[in-house]
């Protein structure tokens, strides 16, 4: 059974950082395209950056977090993590992990239409 767990969201002020973690089981890490997805109310799952089980060389982002965020992922721990730094009101979300097993990332930022599993969000909100 795939499951995908994530952490380490919370409230925090404009300007500061968190760092989201997601810890994957059930044989889905080997070979996995992986991504964070976020959703505000009222608006679509938009997706912030995807990564391929090689490392960051393969990371892609979103336009409106590059150079904010890094995503990256501890191969020998099964976990992908997110670091957001430079935090924005408008960075206020359910922040999602996701991935597809046997299966290189799309280039550019990533679509919900390529992800099999889902994780059940963690919270981020960020205050002016």
């Known amino acids: 059974q795939v499951q995908l767990v994530e952490s380490g969201g919370g409230s925090v002020q404009a300007g500061g950082s968190l760092r989201l973690s997601c810890a994957a089981s059930g044989n889905i890490y080997s070979g996995a395209c992986m991504a964070w997805f976020r959703q505000a109310p009222g608006k679509e799952r938009e997706g912030v950056a995807s990564?391929?089980?090689?490392?960051?060389?393969?990371?892609s982002y979103a336009d409106s977090v590059k150079g904010r965020f890094t995503i990256s992922r501890d191969n020998a721990k099964t976990t992908l993590y997110l670091q957001m730094n430079s935090l924005k009101p408008e960075d206020t979300a359910m922040y999602y992990c996701?991935?597809?097993?046997?299966?290189?990332?799309?280039?550019?930022?990533?679509?919900?239409?390529?992800?099999?599993?889902w994780g059940q969000g963690t919270q981020v909100t960020v205050s002016s």
């Open positions: 996701a991935a597809v097993p046997y299966s290189y990332c799309y280039p550019g930022p990533p679509r919900t239409s390529h992800f099999r599993y």
């Open positions: 990564i391929d089980r090689g490392g960051s060389d393969s990371a």
